[in-house]
């Protein structure tokens, strides 16, 4: 037998080598007679290249684009000279309807804080009561002496404690608003902090307001010697000034929030409340009439009581009901404003779903005014029946 028919063949060693990986296996598998793969690196593309690079890849993130357009520049930003800043936000526009609402239902839902800020303000009250006469001792003895001096202090006082109050419901309403607690303290001495500027802003009011009458009676001086033209001429002015003092009016309706809720002085307070009102003036200047009609509900049976009753115990707890009630409206009003206006995140929050809302605001307000028109009214006619019954009959 041949040498080649007796050799024996081995059968595979299973475990002396390696396994070859995918690549080496396919390297293995080729052919004979197959040339073997260039392992050089292609040369980099440049002047030395052999020619152009190869087109890139889609979906390869490093050329920009994957499979798409490549994105947009991104967008150029100019410098700003120094001290940009970007603008207020512009007025958004208000709902009169909700508005109203709004402040029936914070006055219901957290009655007995307003009420208790409002203490103030009825103190106040009950100090003009004090120092000033009524109309029944003006009538029967006209020539009795009045104190100017406690007359005025007793004003003083009475703005002042206004002022407090509208300062304190400010920041209630606002911190309410925005889902924090807040207490009676906290309220006051957060608004009593800004009563500095404010006091600045009301000197500055009062020398503008100076000011201006001071021009409008040189005016009026002038225009008389004109003869009847001039007559004319003064009812057309006066005429004119009257919606521009409306109108100032309402473009100065966020004022009191301003300074309260804002770090500004005076004349910004000012700038400001002119800049986030633009827009707005005739929805501003009706639900300012609106609500001061309702507040005037209660104030108008106190003002009766003021005048015609005899005793002045009751004038004073009347006033005080009438100003706790009337002097929360406008500073919630004002402050609920001021948030639509100016973009503040107000909104419902666990905080203000407790109580019955705006049924129980609108409650107290009515029920109390009426209840004050119904006393006042009855006293003010038996009041005015006694005063036709001592007039001098021909």
Same mark, same amino acid.
């Given at each position: ?53 190869? =087109? =890139?890849?889609?979906?390869? =993130? ?11 520049? =991104?967008?150029?930003?100019? +410098? ?32 007995? !804080?307003?009420?208790? !800020? ?20 003006? /009538?029967?003895?006209?020539?009795? +002496? ?13 703005? #002042? ?61 002038? #225009? ?14 006066? !005429? ?14 966020? #004022? ?47 003002? /009766? ?28 009003? /004002? ?60």
């Amino acid at each position: 037998m041949d040498d080649q028919e007796t050799r024996r063949i081995d059968p595979p060693a299973l475990n002396d080598e390696p396994v070859a990986t995918g690549d080496e296996r396919a390297t293995n598998d080729e052919p004979a007679g197959t040339p073997a793969r260039d392992e050089t690196p292609a040369p980099a593309d440049g002047p030395f290249s052999d020619g152009p690079p190869p =087109p =890139p890849v889609p979906g390869d =993130p490093g050329e920009g684009w994957a499979g798409g357009p490549p994105p947009p520049p =991104p967008p150029q930003v100019w +410098p700003q000279a120094g001290g940009w800043a970007p603008g207020p936000p512009q007025a958004a526009a208000l709902d009169i309807g909700s508005l109203l609402g709004r402040t029936f239902d914070t006055l219901g839902r957290e009655w007995s !804080l307003f009420l208790a !800020l409002s203490i103030p303000a009825g103190i106040g009250g009950l100090i003009t009561v004090v120092v000033s006469r009524t109309f029944n001792e003006i /009538m029967t003895n006209p020539y009795a +002496p009045q104190d100017p001096v406690s007359s005025f202090a007793g004003a003083i006082i009475s703005v #002042i404690a206004s002022v407090i109050t509208a300062l304190g419901v400010i920041v209630a309403t606002d911190r309410l608003w925005r889902g924090q607690q807040v207490g009676l303290v906290e309220a006051l001495s957060a608004g009593a902090r800004r009563l500095p500027v404010l006091i600045g802003l009301y000197l500055l009011l009062v020398v503008a307001v100076i000011g201006i009458a001071i021009a409008v009676t040189l005016a009026f001086l002038l #225009i008389l010697q004109a003869g009847p033209i001039g007559a004319l001429l003064l009812v057309l002015v006066v !005429l004119a000034i009257i919606p521009v003092a409306f109108y100032a009016e309402a473009r100065l309706t966020v #004022i009191l929030p301003v300074v309260v809720l804002e770090d500004q002085g005076p004349i910004d307070s000012v700038r400001r409340a002119w800049r986030v009102t633009k827009g707005s003036v005739l929805l501003l200047f009706v639900g300012l009439i609106l609500i001061s009609l309702v507040a005037a509900i209660s104030t108008w049976g106190a003002s /009766m009581l003021l005048l015609f009753s005899d005793s002045r115990v009751v004038a004073g707890v009347a006033l005080v009901l009438a100003t706790m009630i009337s002097a929360p409206l406008s500073g919630i009003w /004002m402050t609920l404003a001021y948030g639509d206006l100016t973009g503040r995140g107000y909104g419902d929050s666990e905080l203000m779903a407790r109580g019955k809302g705006r049924n129980v605001g609108a409650l107290i307000v009515f029920g109390v005014g009426i209840l004050l028109l119904l006393v006042g009214g009855a006293i003010a006619g038996d009041g005015f029946q006694r005063l036709l019954e001592s007039l001098p009959r021909r």
